[in-house]
C-alpha cells in the first residue's frame, strides 16, 4: 500500500499560499513606508514641524492613591497640620 501525492492539489496550495505571503508583504511594506513618505513629502512642501507645547500640569493633581483612601496621604497630612493650626 502506497500513498501517491497529488501534485496538483500541492501545486495550488503552493501557489495560494504564495499569495497569501505576498499580500502580507504587501501590507507589510505598505504599512513600513507610508510614514516615511508622509515625512518626506511633508519635508518637500515645506511644512512647519509642529511646536511642543509645555503644559503647566502640577504633578501635586496626578497623584496616584489607594482607592480606600478619601483624600491622598500628602493632603491629609497637610489638611490635619493646618487644622491643629487653628
Known amino acids: 500500500m502506497t500513498a501517491e501525492v497529488n501534485y496538483e492539489a500541492l ?3 503552493g501557489r495560494f499560499g504564495g499569495a497569501m505571503l ?3 508583504l504587501l501590507v507589510w511594506l505598505i ?3 507610508t510614514p516615511k ?3 518626506l513629502i511633508d519635508r518637500l512642501m515645506g511644512k512647519p514641524r509642529p511646536e511642543r507645547v ?3 500640569i502640577k504633578p501635586e ?3 496616584v492613591h ?3 483612601e478619601d483624600v491622598p496621604f500628602k493632603k491629609q497630612e497637610a489638611q490635619e497640620a493646618r487644622d491643629e493650626e487653628k
Open 11 to 13: 501545486v495550488l496550495f
Open 22 to 24: 505576498g499580500l502580507l
Open 31 to 33: 504599512a513600513i513606508f
Open 37 to 39: 513618505a508622509a515625512k
Open 54 to 56: 509645555e503644559d503647566n
Open 61 to 63: 493633581e496626578y497623584e
Open 66 to 68: 489607594s482607592i480606600f
